[in-house]
């Protein structure tokens, strides 16, 4: 019998890394020089903002996502903190809205203008107060609106409700005690029922993040952790650390027992932290390391061997920090699956990194993008704190949010549906955009069309709202 190599077969073998060229960078940004081991970066379809160097006090910058080229050393930051800003993250659904934390001890949520920042920003639109030590680590809830957790030096992780009235909040809504060191990471399972995290004691633990209840806690000697990341709906956690040999190290958990991992990977000897993201919908893993030029990429498997190396975008900039971009905010035509934001400190710049799949067609490639979470809530803070859990339930084409595609359709013959009843379908989708519902069908998210492109046989209900919009 002839022997046959196996080849696993893969649409994302081939993923390259594309730079962007040095006028579509971030020029002259000055960078912060903290040592804190956070992403420094964060970025949204409109904005992209980043922690900077200042004198007397903290700061970060927001720049329009189109800003690019050499930024003014004088524009306006936003400003309102009194120690080094140590991390910030955009408001999962409102573009306008961003946190901050500080070594000043506090939290601050901020509204940045719909034009952009044309002069200081230095009064919150929520300010929160409860950390008696620098605040090191903030993250939003994936799936409540307005639900923000805060850990600092202090071991504390708090929640807060930002639909509180008081623009000053002084209590938060639970603070969970149970950390014997200071908190590296943390993150949030699909739904938002469960947060993980990573402790400096080398720990992986995961709460119930509404009782602050401990479910589980790994101490697995062969393996520190200094990074947890949820991966996906696989029900699996990833780490990134150390080995008892101090090589730099990667493992895999399943999130129903922590005992021991499913898989440990030892990558090299260098010592700056790696920092792991995943593509829930592409299960891509991606593992940048701080100070390397280079980050691994790798697709994720429910069954053994589970990971899967594809290969390794390489440069000889070092990166200190990075943001990614939503998968609303990809360019789909030219196949973008995962955009980072590397810190380039020795240049003082910003440098998007687009992750493609090569292609010959320049048409919309619906294999590479599957229905992806949406940008609206799946429920309040309220009915999150009164119990609720809820997964997002708003499924949307990544087509349909595209900016870029939104644009070209407005230009080609296009109707906006601004209502469909409820007893439609989920989603109708077309050659030339989708008819979005939520799962409940309570709500509708209305997107542009093409006449010539709807199928009257396949859907006559919505051909005849089609045709009562346009009489």
């Given at each position: 019998m002839t022997w046959r190599p196996q080849y696993r077969s893969s649409k994302f073998?081939?993923?390259f890394g594309k730079p962007a060229t040095k006028e579509n960078c971030y020029d002259g940004v000055p960078i912060t020089r903290s040592v804190h081991d956070n992403h420094l970066?964060?970025?949204?379809?409109?904005?992209?903002?980043?922690i900077t160097e200042c004198a007397g006090g903290g700061a970060f910058l927001v720049l329009?996502?189109?800003?690019?080229?050499?930024?003014?050393?004088h524009h306006p930051r936003v400003s309102g903190h009194r120690g080094n800003v140590l991390d910030v993250k955009w408001n999962p659904f409102n573009d306008f809205c961003i946190a901050s934390c500080s070594e000043d001890a506090t939290v601050k949520v901020w509204e940045i203008p719909k034009h952009g920042v044309l002069k200081n920003i230095t009064v919150p639109w929520k300010e929160l107060q409860g950390h008696s030590r620098r605040v090191g680590l903030i993250e939003w809830h994936p799936t409540a609106n307005n639900v923000l957790f805060s850990t600092g030096y202090d071991y504390q992780v708090m929640v807060w409700n930002l639909d509180a009235p008081e623009q000053v909040i002084k209590n938060p809504v639970r603070s969970i005690s149970v950390h014997p060191d200071m908190v590296l990471s943390m993150s949030f399972n699909m739904d938002g029922s469960r947060l993980a995290t990573s402790c400096k004691d080398k720990k992986i633990r995961?709460?119930?993040?509404?009782?602050?209840?401990?479910?589980?806690?790994?101490?697995?000697?062969?393996?520190?952790?200094?990074?947890?990341?949820?991966l996906g709906n696989l029900k699996m956690l990833l780490s990134t650390g150390?080995?008892?040999?101090n090589h730099r190290q990667i493992a895999l958990w399943d999130q129903e027992d922590l005992s021991q991992p499913l898989l440990q990977e030892d990558l090299d000897g260098s010592s700056g932290v790696l920092f792991p993201f995943y593509d829930p919908d592409t299960h891509m893993l991606y593992v940048a390391g701080k100070g390397d030029g280079n980050i691994?990429?790798?697709e994720i498997s429910s069954e053994k061997p589970y990971i899967h190396f594809l290969t390794e975008y390489r440069s000889h900039l070092p990166q200190k920090g990075m943001g990614i971009m939503p998968k609303r905010g990809l360019d789909v035509y030219s196949c973008e699956v995962f955009r980072f934001y590397r810190l380039v400190t020795i240049k003082s710049l910003i440098e998007p990194l687009s992750m493609i799949v090569p292609r010959?067609?320049?048409?919309?490639?619906?294999d590479i993008y599957p229905m992806t979470a949406g940008c609206e809530p799946a429920m309040s803070a309220a009915e999150w704190m009164s119990?609720?859990?809820?997964?997002?339930?708003?499924?949307?084409s990544t087509r349909a949010q595209s900016p870029a595609i939104v644009a070209h359709e407005q230009q080609h013959n296009e109707v906006h549906l601004d209502a469909v009843p409820r007893t439609c379908h989920q989603y109708a989708q077309t050659g030339h955009g989708s008819f979005i519902f939520s799962s409940d069908l309570q709500q509708v998210h209305p997107v542009w069309i093409s006449r010539d492109a709807l199928s009257l046989r396949s859907y006559p209900l919505l051909s005849f709202v089609l045709y009562s919009l346009e009489g």
């Amino acid at each position: 019998m002839t022997w046959r190599p196996q080849y696993r077969s893969s649409k994302f073998r081939h993923v390259f890394g594309k730079p962007a060229t040095k006028e579509n960078c971030y020029d002259g940004v000055p960078i912060t020089r903290s040592v804190h081991d956070n992403h420094l970066c964060a970025a949204n379809p409109r904005f992209i903002a980043v922690i900077t160097e200042c004198a007397g006090g903290g700061a970060f910058l927001v720049l329009s996502i189109s800003h690019t080229g050499k930024v003014d050393p004088h524009h306006p930051r936003v400003s309102g903190h009194r120690g080094n800003v140590l991390d910030v993250k955009w408001n999962p659904f409102n573009d306008f809205c961003i946190a901050s934390c500080s070594e000043d001890a506090t939290v601050k949520v901020w509204e940045i203008p719909k034009h952009g920042v044309l002069k200081n920003i230095t009064v919150p639109w929520k300010e929160l107060q409860g950390h008696s030590r620098r605040v090191g680590l903030i993250e939003w809830h994936p799936t409540a609106n307005n639900v923000l957790f805060s850990t600092g030096y202090d071991y504390q992780v708090m929640v807060w409700n930002l639909d509180a009235p008081e623009q000053v909040i002084k209590n938060p809504v639970r603070s969970i005690s149970v950390h014997p060191d200071m908190v590296l990471s943390m993150s949030f399972n699909m739904d938002g029922s469960r947060l993980a995290t990573s402790c400096k004691d080398k720990k992986i633990r995961i709460f119930d993040p509404r009782t602050g209840a401990l479910l589980q806690e790994a101490n697995c000697k062969s393996h520190k952790a200094s990074k947890v990341l949820y991966l996906g709906n696989l029900k699996m956690l990833l780490s990134t650390g150390n080995s008892r040999w101090n090589h730099r190290q990667i493992a895999l958990w399943d999130q129903e027992d922590l005992s021991q991992p499913l898989l440990q990977e030892d990558l090299d000897g260098s010592s700056g932290v790696l920092f792991p993201f995943y593509d829930p919908d592409t299960h891509m893993l991606y593992v940048a390391g701080k100070g390397d030029g280079n980050i691994r990429y790798y697709e994720i498997s429910s069954e053994k061997p589970y990971i899967h190396f594809l290969t390794e975008y390489r440069s000889h900039l070092p990166q200190k920090g990075m943001g990614i971009m939503p998968k609303r905010g990809l360019d789909v035509y030219s196949c973008e699956v995962f955009r980072f934001y590397r810190l380039v400190t020795i240049k003082s710049l910003i440098e998007p990194l687009s992750m493609i799949v090569p292609r010959r067609s320049e048409s919309y490639q619906e294999d590479i993008y599957p229905m992806t979470a949406g940008c609206e809530p799946a429920m309040s803070a309220a009915e999150w704190m009164s119990g609720m859990d809820k997964g997002h339930d708003c499924i949307l084409s990544t087509r349909a949010q595209s900016p870029a595609i939104v644009a070209h359709e407005q230009q080609h013959n296009e109707v906006h549906l601004d209502a469909v009843p409820r007893t439609c379908h989920q989603y109708a989708q077309t050659g030339h955009g989708s008819f979005i519902f939520s799962s409940d069908l309570q709500q509708v998210h209305p997107v542009w069309i093409s006449r010539d492109a709807l199928s009257l046989r396949s859907y006559p209900l919505l051909s005849f709202v089609l045709y009562s919009l346009e009489g």
